[in-house]
């Protein structure tokens, strides 16, 4: 029956009107075999390595764009690091510890009155499992949707298209490609002379999983990542202090917003030893001991904790993959070098994501992996990494698209720049949720929009107003003559875009 079937659609597509493009022939011959289940030994249109947010979401439009494809994951859950021990989880935790905080500290203010509040761990860190699971499961559901062939094992290049897998069963096969694409993120970087034991001296992933609140806890690193994870425990009770090299926190954040950033966290009794150096670790008795000292040289002191988390970066995840014996060039950074069309050196082999050059963001290793695979289909794929909006989901949060003013500055352009804080917005007052503001930096002369800077409760939602506008070369004038409703936080925006080119309303 199904080669009659093969037969008859053979016979039906060769009597059509068809273009002769390499693109349709493609597409015709994948229609004959979509139907069918496909083996890891079969030849595949695209196979990816990798199914984090950027290989999985490849994998999916690849096969929407009628390539037969095969994703491999060694992990044995879909999502990366991002959904499995990363973005979600951590989102869950800011959530929960929020809401732990807002009732103790919040509600009464509200006309809430609670007897007592208590912090369930074991219950916090089910509900973050359960919303890992449940997503993971969900992506998994949308390869079988969109028939993607799903390998779970350990991939590493046999040749430029041919992936040998060590599968998590225990078995070996080959998975042939025409076009593969490495997609395997990142790992935790460490440093030397420490030793992370997901124990006492953790990584993201064991601060995510913490089973007793730590007393004290040190954060090494005051990035996206150690900021949050130290805002998740400080609600919870832990007396947090983040021990950073640089003279400033989150360094490539706008100066003035993050100059009231750390004002916010600091309020919230997060201690900060910055341009510090770490020059020792002891973790042989019951808490740890760590010495520092400052980073130009100097008496060198010691703090104690009960936990360390080492959030110094990450450094892209190629190890293993056998990328030397097929020739791909990789900076000093290990970062895989590729051109606008994310092609590696060697023919028919892509990168994308956290193993390339650009932000190491989960949102824009997905926007890669469409743009790549639009590229193997024929089509035309783009990604701006200066438009690539950025978050850190504390509270409150602070979220980015563009220049900073520091970076207009040394390039010598000339901007002006509107602002607006939410001590000003009606719903901000209604609410009672009124730290930050919005800065808008605007060419002078064209008064195009180059940078959007927003720190306040859910800025990470608010941007996206700024990252259409930015990617569409919008000026200041445009956003302030839309109408936002009111009230809504949004309109601080539009208040600082009037402030950008004219005057504000409210202020």
Same mark, same amino acid.
């Given at each position: 029956?199904a080669?009659?079937?093969?037969?008859?659609?053979?016979?039906?597509f060769?009597?059509r009107?068809?273009?002769n #493009?390499?693109?349709?022939?493609?597409?015709?011959?994948?229609? +004959?075999?979509?139907?069918?289940?496909? #083996?890891?030994?079969?030849?595949?249109d695209v196979?990816? !390595?990798?199914?984090?947010?950027?290989?999985?979401?490849?994998?999916? =439009?690849?096969?929407? %764009?009628?390539?037969?494809?095969?994703?491999?994951e060694?992990?044995?859950?879909?999502?990366?690091?991002? %959904?499995? !021990?990363?973005?979600?989880?951590?989102?869950?935790? %800011?959530?929960?510890?929020?809401?732990?905080?807002?009732?103790?500290?919040?509600? @009464?203010k509200?006309? &809430?009155?609670v007897?007592? &509040?208590?912090?369930?761990?074991?219950?916090?860190?089910?509900?973050?499992?359960?919303?890992v699971?449940?997503?993971?499961?969900?992506?998994?559901s949308?390869? =079988?949707?969109?028939?993607v062939?799903?390998? =779970?094992?350990y991939?590493?290049?046999? #040749?430029?298209?041919?992936?040998?897998?060590?599968?998590?069963?225990?078995?070996?096969?080959?998975?042939?490609?025409?076009?593969?694409?490495?997609?395997?993120?990142?790992?935790v970087?460490?440093?030397?002379?420490?030793? !992370?034991?997901?124990?006492?001296?953790?990584?993201?992933t064991?601060?995510?999983?913490?089973?007793?609140?730590?007393?004290?806890?040190?954060?090494?690193?005051?990035?996206?990542?150690?900021?949050?994870?130290? #805002?998740?425990? $400080?609600r +919870?009770?832990s007396?947090?202090?983040?021990?950073?090299?640089?003279?400033?926190?989150?360094?490539?954040?706008?100066?003035?917003?993050?100059?009231?950033?750390?004002?916010?966290?600091?309020?919230?009794?997060?201690?900060?030893?910055?341009?510090?150096?770490? &020059?020792?670790v002891?973790?042989?008795?019951?808490?740890?001991? +760590?010495?520092?000292?400052? @980073?130009?040289g100097?008496?060198?002191?010691?703090?104690?904790?009960?936990?360390?988390l080492?959030?110094?970066?990450?450094?892209?995840?190629?190890?293993?993959?056998?990328?030397?014996?097929i020739?791909?060039?990789?900076?000093?950074?290990?970062?895989?070098l590729?051109?606008?069309?994310?092609?590696?050196?060697?023919?028919?082999?892509?990168?994308?994501?956290?193993?390339?050059?650009?932000p190491?963001?989960?949102?824009?290793?997905e926007?890669?992996?469409?743009?790549?695979?639009?590229?193997?289909?024929?089509k035309?794929g783009?990604?701006?990494?200066d438009?690539?909006?950025?978050?850190v989901?504390?509270?409150?949060? /602070?979220?980015?698209?563009? =220049?900073?003013?520091?970076?207009?500055?040394?390039?010598?352009v000339?901007?002006? /720049?509107?602002?607006?804080?939410?001590?000003?917005?009606?719903?901000?007052?209604?609410?009672?949720?009124v730290?930050?503001?919005?800065?808008?930096?605007?060419?002078?002369?064209?008064?195009?929009?180059?940078?959007?800077?927003?720190?306040s409760?859910?800025? $990470?939602e %608010?941007?996206?107003?700024? /990252?259409?506008a930015?990617n569409?070369?919008?000026?200041?004038?445009?956003?302030?003559?839309?109408?936002?409703?009111?009230p809504?936080?949004?309109? *601080?925006?539009?208040?600082? *875009?009037?402030?950008?080119?004219?005057?504000? !309303?409210?202020?």
């Amino acid at each position: 029956m199904a080669m009659a079937s093969l037969a008859r659609r053979k016979a039906y597509f060769l009597t059509r009107n068809i273009s002769n #493009s390499p693109t349709d022939a493609l597409r015709f011959s994948l229609s +004959l075999t979509r139907g069918f289940a496909s #083996s890891g030994s079969d030849e595949n249109d695209v196979v990816i !390595i990798g199914g984090g947010p950027g290989g999985y979401v490849a994998a999916i =439009k690849a096969a929407q %764009l009628g390539l037969k494809t095969t994703c491999i994951e060694k992990r044995g859950a879909l999502g990366g690091t991002c %959904l499995n !021990i990363g973005c979600i989880p951590s989102k869950a935790l %800011l959530h929960s510890s929020h809401m732990y905080h807002e009732a103790k500290h919040v509600f @009464a203010k509200h006309g &809430v009155k609670v007897s007592s &509040v208590e912090v369930d761990l074991p219950a916090m860190l089910a509900q973050k499992d359960t919303a890992v699971k449940n997503l993971t499961r969900g992506v998994e559901s949308l390869f =079988k949707k969109n028939k993607v062939n799903y390998v =779970k094992g350990y991939g590493k290049f046999l #040749s430029p298209n041919e992936v040998s897998v060590d599968t998590t069963d225990g078995e070996n096969t080959v998975v042939k490609g025409k076009h593969i694409i490495v997609a395997t993120g990142s790992d935790v970087k460490s440093l030397p002379g420490i030793t !992370i034991d997901e124990k006492k001296i953790v990584s993201s992933t064991g601060a995510l999983c913490l089973t007793e609140i730590p007393k004290k806890l040190i954060v090494i690193g005051a990035g996206y990542i150690g900021l949050e994870m130290g #805002s998740v425990w $400080g609600r +919870l009770g832990s007396e947090v202090t983040v021990v950073e090299f640089a003279a400033d926190i989150v360094p490539a954040m706008d100066g003035e917003i993050r100059k009231q950033f750390q004002r916010s966290l600091e309020k919230q009794s997060m201690k900060f030893m910055l341009k510090t150096k770490v &020059v020792g670790v002891d973790s042989s008795g019951d808490g740890v001991k +760590l010495m520092v000292e400052p @980073a130009e040289g100097g008496e060198q002191t010691t703090l104690e904790a009960d936990i360390v988390l080492v959030s110094a970066g990450r450094t892209p995840f190629t190890s293993g993959l056998d990328l030397e014996k097929i020739g791909v060039e990789t900076d000093k950074g290990g970062r895989i070098l590729v051109n606008e069309r994310f092609s590696t050196n060697v023919s028919g082999v892509y990168a994308i994501g956290d193993v390339i050059p650009g932000p190491m963001l989960a949102h824009k290793a997905e926007e890669d992996g469409v743009a790549c695979v639009e590229f193997i289909a024929g089509k035309h794929g783009h990604v701006d990494y200066d438009k690539v909006p950025g978050v850190v989901y504390t509270h409150p949060e /602070v979220a980015s698209v563009g =220049k900073t003013e520091e970076q207009l500055k040394k390039e010598g352009v000339s901007y002006n /720049v509107g602002k607006f804080p939410f001590m000003a917005n009606s719903r901000a007052k209604a609410i009672d949720t009124v730290e930050g503001m919005v800065k808008i930096l605007a060419d002078k002369e064209t008064d195009k929009i180059l940078g959007v800077h927003i720190m306040s409760p859910n800025a $990470g939602e %608010l941007i996206h107003e700024a /990252v259409l506008a930015i990617n569409y070369d919008a000026s200041s004038e445009d956003i302030a003559r839309v109408c936002h409703a009111h009230p809504t936080m949004s309109e *601080a925006i539009k208040e600082a *875009a009037m402030a950008t080119y004219d005057k504000p !309303i409210h202020m």
